[in-house]
């Protein structure tokens, strides 16, 4: 049986779509799964840099497209993890230098040899857009918090349900729990509630992400962060277990209690 | 809810105004309705609805809802009289 092509997309630049792919990658292959992760960012070449693979290109996604090379050739091999390669975007063409049919064609190829062959798309609704979403099973939507990603989210999500690979599922990505306990920041249910999606998972900020992508390690091969947590939750949920959400992101809309509660809480603690 | 929070004089958060605000937006994004084309629906129905009655212009409130799952366009017009003349209920409310 073929594996299962995931895009993941967002409309929106700058959510974490290509972090997300790599960790998902990464945490995928930490359980046995042979994937393959695809960066259709052409001529904004990133995956490689996030899962540390840049030193290893010598063919890319249109390299192969034009019949440059095999389509083996391009993959790069993941050392420190089996199971696990990238075929990498092209720095130097745009977006129009493949079509949807050539990426579906590559990634039906991929999915006959792999569990998963996650898509990495990029920003826009556009050319690129397209080209991402026509090989897919399944369309995973990221977005985080800031109402105009979600706003961003809702417009893909519609684009989506319209090339027939709806409805998707939701990753909210980079949710501070201190500001949602504040008030200042949507939580999971306020985006479930304005974007009526499945939620996929939901993770937390943290400033390590920069420092993986420094040192070109995704955190999800480590375990006992919470986000290296959140990763793996996804990659199970995407095996099909069914795995509860982290409580400290289930914040429940605020019981009369719970806000009775805060309110002593804070007059103790004195006048602000 | 409202009044608790208005009782303990508790500032309305920044979510709650991302809500409203992503609330309306959404609305309008999904409607598909271009703004200058509400704009203008708004001014002829204001249009039509001024030569049969006065109206008061500050009270007016046409926009778009989402409910149901139905988009609608709900329109807001205090009327202030009938117009002189035009008035079809003879009865009805005279300006002056």
Same mark, same amino acid.
């Given at each position: ?12 630049? =700058? ?42 290109? &010598? ?18 091999? !993941? ?24 990426? @579906? ?35 995973? &939507?990221?977005?985080?918090?800031? *109402?105009?990603?979600?706003?961003? @989210?809702? $417009? ?18 980079? &949710? ?7 008030? !200042? *920041? ?11 999606? !499945?939620?996929? =998972? ?9 420092? @993986?992508?420094?040192? =070109? ?9 919470? &986000? ?6 996804? @990659? ?35 006048? $602000? | 809810?409202?009044?608790? %929070? ?45 030569? #049969?009655?006065?109206?008061? #212009? ?7 809802? #989402? ?16 117009? #002189? ?7 009805? %409310?005279?300006?002056?």
């Amino acid at each position: 049986m073929p594996g299962t092509v995931i895009t993941i997309t967002s409309g929106k630049g =700058g959510v974490g779509k290509t972090t997300v792919t790599a960790n998902l990658a990464v945490a995928l292959a930490l359980q046995s799964q042979h994937v393959a992760a695809i960066d259709t960012d052409i001529g904004l070449r990133n995956l490689d840099v996030v899962m540390g693979l840049e030193d290893h290109i &010598i063919y890319d996604i249109v390299d192969v497209v034009r019949g440059h090379c095999h389509l083996s050739q391009a993959l790069i091999r !993941d050392k420190r993890l089996s199971g696990l390669q990238l075929l990498p975007a092209s720095q130097t063409h745009d977006k129009s230098a493949v079509t949807p049919q050539e990426i @579906a064609i590559i990634s039906q190829e991929l999915a006959a040899n792999n569990d998963f062959v996650l898509i990495d798309s990029p920003a826009g609704i556009e050319m690129g857009f397209q080209n991402a979403v026509a090989g897919a099973d399944e369309v995973v &939507i990221v977005t985080t918090p800031e *109402m105009s990603a979600v706003r961003s @989210a809702d $417009r893909i999500i519609g684009l989506i349900e319209a090339a027939g690979k709806g409805p998707g599922r939701l990753i909210i990505n980079r &949710i501070n729990p201190g500001m949602v306990r504040r008030g !200042d *920041m949507l939580n999971t249910f306020d985006v479930i509630e304005f974007l009526a999606i !499945d939620l996929l =998972g939901v993770i937390p900020e943290d400033e390590a992400v920069i420092v @993986a992508t420094n040192q =070109g390690r995704p955190l999800a091969f480590e375990q006992s962060r919470p &986000i290296s947590r959140a990763f793996h939750n996804i @990659a199970h949920r995407l095996l099909g277990e069914d795995i509860p959400f982290l409580p400290i992101f289930e914040e429940p809309a605020e019981t009369i209690l719970t806000r009775l509660q805060r309110f002593f809480r804070l007059r103790q603690s004195g006048p $602000r | 809810m409202e009044i608790l %929070t208005r009782l303990f004089g508790r500032r309305r958060s920044s979510k709650e105004m991302a809500k409203e605000r992503l609330r309306l937006i959404l609305v309008h994004d999904r409607s598909g309705i271009p703004p200058e084309l509400l704009h203008r629906m708004k001014n002829e129905l204001i249009t039509v609805i001024s030569k #049969h009655v006065r109206i008061d #212009h500050r009270g007016i409130n046409i926009n778009l809802e #989402h409910s149901d799952g139905l988009t609608r366009l709900v329109a807001d017009i205090p009327i202030v009289g009938a117009r #002189h003349g035009t008035s079809e209920r003879p009865g009805a %409310t005279r300006g002056r």
